[in-house]
């Protein structure tokens, strides 16, 4: 299955039109151009350099496009957890504090948690193995068991576009088995996941779809066909470190989007 079964008859959950990426107007992604129906389980791959986290952050609205434009997260609520989660770890703040903040776009800053908020973390903690964590500093945690508490953080956020930067990177397998499952429960309630990953033999056993990524696109579909030793091999050839001097591209297509972000 490579995506929900309602995503026939849905629009795309995102598009991306001849999608060009990169910093003060030198690329690092180059014409990309790919649909992503809704309730599908995505995964981005390609060689160190390949421009995989700036896609992401492109998606996740942090990042204008040079040129090209995305479609279909204009509306949106996004939930993006990046590679590095910006969490302050010294920072005074409980296990079930942190949890609730996924609640911010129905409480707001005065943070008013109704009984059904605190049921609905309760339930976002047991479903990430954290009950018994609540009142834990979370300079205390592991990274495994932080992990675990971003991602109940993201349960409760409730989006329906989740974007994952390397969401298993340092993670105990035990932890990495179990946040998987919890992404094909997303899968299964029609959510629109897209992580990215390095681990390919992962990446064959739980997503049904995949992006390969050299600054450019290289294969894009049914994960079988897409990691091929071919296309791995044309990959590795593309790679090319971030070149400062590289030719600027031209500026911002008036057709880009900007969306916001659950954070």
């Known amino acids: 299955m490579q995506a929900h079964p309602d995503a026939a008859s849905s629009p795309p959950a995102i598009a991306l039109r001849n999608l060009t990426l990169g910093y003060e107007q030198h690329p690092a992604v180059h014409h990309l151009s790919i649909t992503i129906d809704p309730g599908s389980l995505v995964a981005v791959v390609g060689p160190n350099g390949a421009g995989k986290s700036t896609l992401v952050k492109a998606l996740a609205g942090q990042l204008r496009p040079i040129e090209g434009?995305?479609?279909?997260?204009?509306?949106?609520?996004?939930?993006?957890?990046?590679?590095?989660?910006?969490v302050d770890r010294s920072f005074p703040i409980s296990v079930q504090e942190l949890v609730m903040l996924g609640l911010w776009h129905e409480v707001g800053a005065l943070g008013r948690y109704s009984a059904a908020h605190r049921k609905a973390g309760h339930e976002a903690l047991a479903a990430v193995g954290l009950l018994?964590?609540?009142?834990?500093?979370?300079?205390?945690?592991?990274?495994?068991?932080?992990?675990?508490?971003?991602?109940?953080?993201?349960?409760?956020?409730?989006?329906?576009?989740?974007?994952?930067?390397?969401?298993?990177?340092?993670?105990?397998?035990?932890?990495?088995?179990?946040?998987?499952?919890?992404?094909?429960?997303?899968?299964?309630?029609?959510?629109?996941?897209?992580?990215?990953?390095?681990?390919?033999?992962?990446?064959?056993?739980?997503?049904?779809?995949?992006?390969?990524?050299?600054?450019?696109?290289?294969?894009?579909?049914?994960?079988?066909?897409?990691?091929?030793?071919?296309?791995?091999?044309?990959?590795?050839?593309?790679?090319?470190?971030?070149?400062?001097?590289?030719?600027?591209?031209?500026?911002?297509?008036?057709?880009?989007?900007?969306?916001?972000?659950?954070?």
């Open 69 to 86: 434009w995305v479609e279909g997260l204009e509306h949106r609520r996004v939930a993006w957890l990046p590679q590095h989660s910006g």
């Open 132 to 263: 018994g964590f609540e009142q834990r500093s979370i300079d205390t945690l592991s990274g495994g068991q932080m992990q675990r508490a971003l991602f109940a953080r993201l349960i409760l956020q409730d989006a329906p576009v989740v974007l994952l930067d390397e969401p298993f990177a340092a993670v105990d397998q035990r932890t990495t088995d179990d946040l998987l499952a919890l992404l094909h429960r997303w899968h299964a309630q029609g959510k629109t996941v897209v992580a990215v990953l390095h681990d390919l033999s992962q990446v064959r056993a739980h997503f049904p779809q995949t992006l390969l990524l050299a600054r450019e696109p290289v294969a894009w579909g049914a994960t079988a066909e897409v990691l091929t030793p071919a296309h791995w091999q044309r990959a590795l050839r593309m790679q090319e470190p971030f070149d400062e001097d590289a030719p600027l591209c031209a500026p911002a297509s008036t057709h880009a989007h900007s969306h916001g972000v659950s954070a």
